[in-house]
């Protein structure tokens, strides 16, 4: 093998969409360079300079080409590192095309709908956001049945793409049922999802990776007290 | 038992839709044979429920008897299944990855500020979006010149995946260049892409499923009962 290939990673410890590039590189078990962001403070120079249309984290530097958004950093890290295994993305292109739609639908419809939840100041609007939420979930846990036929993971026995995209949002949910008090995935709705969420935070390629729990309802806590204190 | 390329292929689809013309591009690039069904009534429709319950949106593939939604994967899906045709998406990873980013940029900011400009509730509105849409095809004429590196396309000497999903907004672009008065490929703003359009145009895989300007216009004056179009 010739020189180590230089792979940095710019992000930041709380978000879910970082978390996916962390899981596809190890995955893959590639050794790179991760530099914390400061989106609160001042972005970096490089952060700058390699996402200068949306200037967001992730962004995976890859021999000193940056790639950005983190579904798209999966696919390149997947297609890249294409010897090494496991695949990520599913090898049939129907599956593929499933595992997109699913996680287009995660990240475009689902999530924001949560994410509108905990913004909106309509109680109103935050039941309907919350039960749209529900019937997101009820979506997925169809798909996931569909799709994993009966092994562990959307990818059959190991982690893939639509386990990823879906089970990176898994702390901030789990998070958000511990501050608030709420039942998100609901073992009785959606109990192969449940089970699901269990196998993927335990996995090892996942565990280490993924930020704490704990540590996520505190930022939550302070983040909701700081907004809360600029508003009055 | 043949191959999955020999299955059946149905598309689903309507005449004004961009997002339709990008799949049938695709199709046309690989010479695959298809039966198209023009969904006149997409929200009423039993075969598009059917097929797509979760959005409830045309174009859907239907290969075989399975479907497959949303444009950009359904161009994906072409080129990954018929691999005898001339490449859509490039084969080097990292081009591959810009290809996929610009692409949803068109998507989530061009078509969004299309949309604006044309539902723009006053002059105001109208102008936030027109300046917004102007700032997009500046981006887009920065990537033509990088991607195309003097050739023809962004994809190169053929057309490729950003070819498709921006030249499939070429026709609701002139549709709102007629109404505003704004020229949005310019020949001197733009001279990279106002070039590339003829060219893509002519292409013999969009020519014949690009849809006439005239009917667009006339299509976009009943959608859309908004101020730019009276």
């Known amino acids: 093998m010739g020189e180590r290939e230089e792979v940095k990673l710019l992000g930041t410890w709380y978000s879910p969409v970082v978390a996916r590039a962390k899981i596809a590189l190890r995955l893959k078990s590639i050794d790179y360079d991760y530099f914390e962001e400061d989106l609160f403070g001042s972005k970096s120079e490089l952060l700058l300079k390699s996402n200068p249309v949306h200037k967001k984290v992730p962004v995976l530097i890859h021999n ?9 950093i999966v696919e390149y890290i997947d297609e890249t590192w294409n010897s090494s295994r496991p695949s990520i993305l599913p090898f049939y292109p129907h599956d593929r095309a499933i595992a997109r739609f699913w996680s287009a639908f995660v990240d475009d419809k689902w999530f924001p709908t949560l994410i509108a939840t905990t913004i909106t100041k309509s109680e109103n609007a935050k039941a309907k956001g919350m039960e749209e939420v529900g019937e997101g979930l009820l979506l997925l846990e169809d798909a996931f049945i569909s799709i994993s036929k009966g092994k562990r993971f959307f990818g059959g026995e190991v982690i893939g793409f639509m386990d990823i995209c879906l089970g990176s949002f898994l702390v901030i949910v789990k998070a958000r049922e511990n501050l608030k008090g ?39 806590r302070e983040f909701e007290a700081e907004t809360q204190t600029r508003a009055s | ?50 097929y797509n319950p979760v959005h409830k949106q045309i174009p859907i593939l239907i290969h075989g008897n399975k479907p497959i939604r949303e444009s950009l994967n359904i161009v994906m899906y072409v080129d990954e299944t018929w691999l005898s045709g001339p490449p859509i998406l490039p084969s080097d990873p990292f081009d591959r990855a810009v290809a996929r980013f610009w692409d949803v940029y068109i998507d989530e900011h061009c078509f969004t500020s299309i949309n604006g400009v044309a539902v723009a509730k006053d002059e105001e509105e109208r102008k936030a979006a027109v300046a917004k849409l102007e700032m997009c095809m500046a981006l887009l004429e920065e990537t033509f010149q990088e991607c195309s590196k003097g050739r023809g396309f962004f994809g190169g000497d053929n057309i490729g995946f950003i070819d498709i999903g921006f030249g499939s907004m070429l026709g609701p672009l002139k549709v709102l260049e007629k109404f505003s008065g704004v020229k949005f490929i310019h020949p001197e703003k733009t001279p990279g892409l106002f070039h590339w359009a003829d060219r893509f145009y002519a292409h013999e895989a969009v020519k014949p499923v690009m849809p006439d300007i005239e009917k667009l216009v006339e299509f976009a004056r009943l959608k859309f009962n908004t101020s730019i179009f009276k």
Do not use: H, Q
């Open chain 2, 1 to 50: 038992m043949g191959l999955i390329s020999d299955e059946y292929v149905r598309l689903l689809g309507a005449w004004p839709s961009p997002f339709v013309l990008r799949t049938r591009i695709a199709l046309n690039l690989k010479r695959v044979p298809y039966e198209y069904l023009e969904e006149e009534d997409t929200l009423n429709s039993e075969s598009v429920l059917n």
């Open chain 1, 182 to 220: 709420e039942n998100i995935l609901d073992k009785s709705k959606t109990p192969s999802l449940c089970k699901w969420a269990n196998e993927f935070l335990s996995d090892d390629t996942v565990k280490n990776v993924v930020p704490e729990i704990d540590r996520v309802v505190k930022f939550m």
């Open chain 1, 64 to 72: 000193n080409r940056a790639v950005v958004e983190s579904l798209n």
